[in-house]
């Protein structure tokens, strides 16, 4: 600033300009010099918005689930003649009603099934839509007929 300062000076000697009353010299001065305060006002708020961000968006570690309640569940069955997913492969859970026959052809037992009924599973259906495991989630089968 001061190089500034004395540049501005050497140049209104050399066009031989007058010099500025004192207090106008003060007032152009202090304007100058304010003009910093709005553009690092905004530069903090713009750096409290993206922290504040950084804050939201920081992913929170999923809830472990206790190890009694997995222990607890019935396991998942792969189905027979299918290859289980690739490390690489993402599946998802579909609860759906299965038709017991197609269970009982598939290869899986169900002691004292009716082949006529359904039953509730969860299915593991992978990238490929094939189911790749089951686990049954009601061991009641129901023939659809009422009885």
Known sequence: MEN???ELRRLLREWEVPDAPAWLETRVMARRDARWRPRFAAALVWAAALSVAAFLLVRQPAPTVP???VAEEDPFV???NVLPLDSYETG???RMDLPVSSLLNA???LPAAD???TV???VLVGDDGRAHAVRLVS???SNGTGD
């Open 4 to 6: 500034d300062d004395a």
């Open 67 to 69: 190890a009694a309640t």
């Open 78 to 80: 792969p189905v027979p």
């Open 92 to 94: 998802r859970v579909v």
């Open 107 to 109: 290869g899986f037992s």
């Open 115 to 117: 082949p006529a009924g």
């Open 120 to 122: 509730t599973a969860d």
């Open 139 to 141: 061991a009641t089968t």
